[in-house]
Nanobody, 112 residues
Framework: QVQLVESGGGLVQPGGSLRLSCAAS????????MAWYRQGPGKQRELVAQ???????NYADSVKGRFTISRDNAKNTMYLQMNSLKPEDTAVYYC??????WGQGIQVTVSS
């Protein structure tokens, strides 16, 4: 299976931007549908954005127009560009693909 490691999180002020990366090790990254999930304090884990092997995308209504998911199969990496961040975006963000384990997760905190 592909192993996944997230990076790029941290603390940002409301209205700011962050870009998360999910780096994969292993074989056949290009065939997987990949997704970003998040779990906020006291909340269930939810799907944020999804991208298929051919680049079709799907977004949660709460992030549509603010977040952009992308992938670079040559680098075995998936990205989540997050703009116009809000406090309610605060969560641990996870990457996952079909037929992969979860990444370990990375904290994103949006606070003034």
């Amino acid at each position: 299976q592909v192993q996944l490691v997230e990076s790029g999180g941290g603390l940002v002020q409301p209205g700011g931007s962050l870009r998360l990366s999910c780096a994969a090790s292993g074989s056949f990254f290009s065939i997987y549908t990949m997704a970003w999930y998040r779990q906020g304090p006291g909340k269930q884990r939810e799907l944020v954005a999804q991208i298929t092997s051919v680049g079709s995308t799907n977004y949660a209504d709460s992030v549509k127009g603010r977040f952009t998911i992308s992938r670079d199969n040559a680098k075995n990496t998936m990205y989540l560009q997050m703009n116009s961040l809000k406090p309610e975006d605060t969560a641990v963000y996870y990457c996952k693909g079909d037929w992969t384990n979860w990444g370990q997760g990375i904290q994103v905190t949006v606070s003034s």
